[in-house]
C-alpha cells in the first residue's frame, strides 16, 4: 500500500505544525515540524490521517483554542494534541 | 429566602423520631453554599471530637447544592458526608443521578440526621412533609428489591430512593449508599453510618415547582447553549460515546494502569478488560437528571445471583479495582462483581483493593488455605475474586475481615500485612497512578477524605497551550506531568480549589471548566441568574477553600497532621516496566511539595490553618 499522499511533504496544499503531549509523543510524525494537509481538512481527518483514534485524544487545539472534531485546520497553525489520559 | 434554595435545612433525631426545620439567612447560604461545604458546618458545630463514626452521636448530612433542580446538564449532584468509618476522618462523597433534585423539589436544601432510631427506619419526604417510617420489612433486602418495595409502598413510581444494602446494614466501612441502583456515594464508608444509625433509605418526592430562580431565561439560555456545546466539545463527546470505561486502555498505554496491587503499571490483559471488550457488551447509555452528556453504560449481563440492568455496567473505577487490580482477565467477572457490589451497596473501589490486598497476602503466605476456607486465593482467580465478595457480604470467615477494608483487615491479620496495604488515612485510593501524573500524589495524600482521585483535574489535560484551559484559576505556567517542583504545587493548589467548587455547587466535574464544556465565565453567568448574587469567580473560590479548610480542621480536631498527609510506600518505588518504567514519587521531593502546598494554603509548617485564615474565609468561629 502506498503512503496517503497528505502525510508526505509534497502532498496537500497547505502546511500546518504538529505537537503531541505525553503518551503521544511516540506517535509525532517526522515531518511534524512542516505537515502538509489538504485546505478545507478537519481535525477528525488529521486525527485519521495520523493513525489515531478520537479515543486516543481527549482535546486537540488549533492555534490557541480547543477543537472540535469537525474544526477546520488553518495553514500554518499548530495542531496539538493531549492523550486521554484524565480521571473521574 | 434565597433564590435557587428552599431555605429549609431538615434536621432528624432517629433517637427521638422528631424533626425540626431550620430557616438559615440569605448570608449563610452564600457562605456555606452546599454541598461538603455545608456540611461541614454541621459536622463541626454539632459533632464532638472524636465522636465513634458509628455512635449516634455522628452527623450524617444529605446536601444539595444551590444549582441542583436547575435544568443545566450535570447540575445533579449529592453530597453525603459524616465522620468516615473507614479513616476516621471527614467523610465525604458525591453521586450524580436523581435524588439531589427531588430533594430539593421535596422542600428542603438539606438533611441533617443525628441519633439512632430503635429499629430500621427510613425517610420519606414529599412536598415538604417528613415521615419516619418501618422499614423492618425492608431490613435485609438488597437495593433493587428495596427500592422495589418502598415504589410499591408508597404506591408512587416516581420516588427516588438512596439506600443501602446489606453491607451497610452489616456496618461494613467500605459500604456506599446508592440513588437509583446505578448512581453510588462510593467512598468513606458512609452507608455504614446509614446502618449505624438503622436508617435503610432516604426516599424523596416533590410534586411542587422548582425553587425560583432571580433570572429564569437567563438560565434556560445558558442550558440550551451548555448542551450545544456538550454535542461539539471534544472531552464531553468523548465521554457521552465511550464512557468512563475509555480511560482504562488510555492508563495502560501510558503504562500507569494500577495492577496487582499497585506492583505493576501495565497488565497484559488490558484489552479483554478494556474498551474493545467493553463494546461488545454494550447495549446502552444511561444518565443523570436532565444530563446530556449521558456516561453512564447500560450493558448486557451475564448470569448470576444478582442480575438487573438497572445497576448499570461498570465504570472505570471499578473495572479498573476488579480487573487489572485483582488480575482478573474477564470483563464477565467484572460486570458480575460490579453488579454484586451495588446490590449489596459495597464501594467498588474499595472492595476491589481489598480483595487485590488478600491475593497478595496469599501469593506472599501470610494468608493460606487455612484462613480462606481452604480456597486458593491469588491474583487472575475470577471465581476466587466472587467468591470473596459472597463472604464479605455474608460477613463469614476472611470475608467478614475484609468488609473492614484492607487497613483494618492488616491490623487483625498481623503477620507482615501491613507491608501490603495500599491506602491512604486509610482509604484505598481509585485507579489512578500518581507516577504518571503527579499531581495525584498530592491529591491521594491531601484530600481531606484520604485517597481520592478526584481532588485536582489531572493535569495531563493542560500542559503546553492547553493551558489557557486553567488560566482563569490563576495558573500561569503549563503544568508537566512528571514534574514536583513549586509548579505543579501551585498547580495542584488551583485545581483543588476547582473541584472543591465543584463539590460546594453539587456540579459534575464531567460538565464543567477547566476541560469539560461549560466556561468558568457561563458558570457563574449562571450561578448569578440563579441566585441573583453577583458573585464572582473569585467568591466561589474562597467558598472552596472555606470548604477545604473546614474539613482539615474536622481532621484536626480528630488528632490527624502532617504525619498523615503521604502515600503507601509503594508509590516510593519506581514502576517495574512498561511505558512508564522507572517513574517514581522521589520521598524527598514530595515531601518539600506537601510542605509548599501547607504554605501556599496559608497554613503552618505542620499543615494547620492559621488563625488569619480562618478570619480571612470568615470561620473563625471555629475557634473561638
Sequence with gaps: ?88 | MPYGYNGKILHVDFTSGSYTIEQPEEKWYRTYLGGGLMASYYMLKEMAADTDPLSADNVLCFVAGVLNGTPLSGFNRLTVAAKSPLTGCFGESEAGGYIAPELKFAGFDAVICKGRAAKPVYLWIHDGEVEIRDAGALWGKDNAATRDALVQELEDSKIRVASIGQAGENLSPIACIINELAHVNGRCGLGAVMGSKNLKALVCRGTAPEPAYAEPEKIKEISKWHRKRISSHMPNVNLGKNGTPMHLMAQQNAGILPTHNWKEGVFDSAEDVGLPAYEKILTGRHTCYKCSVACKRVVKLPDDIIKDERYGGPEYETMGSFGPMCGVKDLETIVKAHQRCNAWGFDTISAGATIAFAQELFEEGILTKEDTDGRVVKFGDSEGVLWLLEQMVKNEGIGALLAQGSARAAKIIGRGAEKFVCTIKGQEPGQHDPRGKTSLSLGFALSPTGGDHIECPHEVAFTGEAVSLVKPLGVTTAPKPLDMGTAKVSYFKKGQLTWAMNNALGICNFVVAPLFALSYEKLVQVINAVTGWNVSLYELLMAAERSLVMARIFNEREGFGARDDVLFPRLHESIPEGPAAGNVIAKEAFSHSVKLYYSMMGWDEQGSPTPAKLSELGIDWIIQ
Aim: hydrophobic share 40%.
Design chain 1, 1 to 88: 500500500m502506498y503512503p496517503s499522499i497528505k502525510n508526505m511533504p509534497w502532498g496537500g496544499n497547505m502546511h500546518i505544525q504538529l505537537k503531541m503531549e505525553g503518551v503521544l509523543q511516540k506517535r509525532l510524525p517526522d515531518n511534524a515540524g512542516c505537515y502538509h494537509v489538504d485546505e478545507g481538512s478537519t481535525v477528525l481527518e488529521l486525527i485519521h490521517a495520523l493513525g489515531l483514534t478520537p479515543e486516543d485524544v481527549v482535546l486537540v487545539f488549533v492555534g490557541d483554542r480547543p477543537a472540535c472534531l469537525e474544526t477546520p485546520l488553518v495553514a500554518g497553525k499548530t495542531v496539538s494534541f493531549y492523550p486521554m489520559l484524565c480521571g473521574g
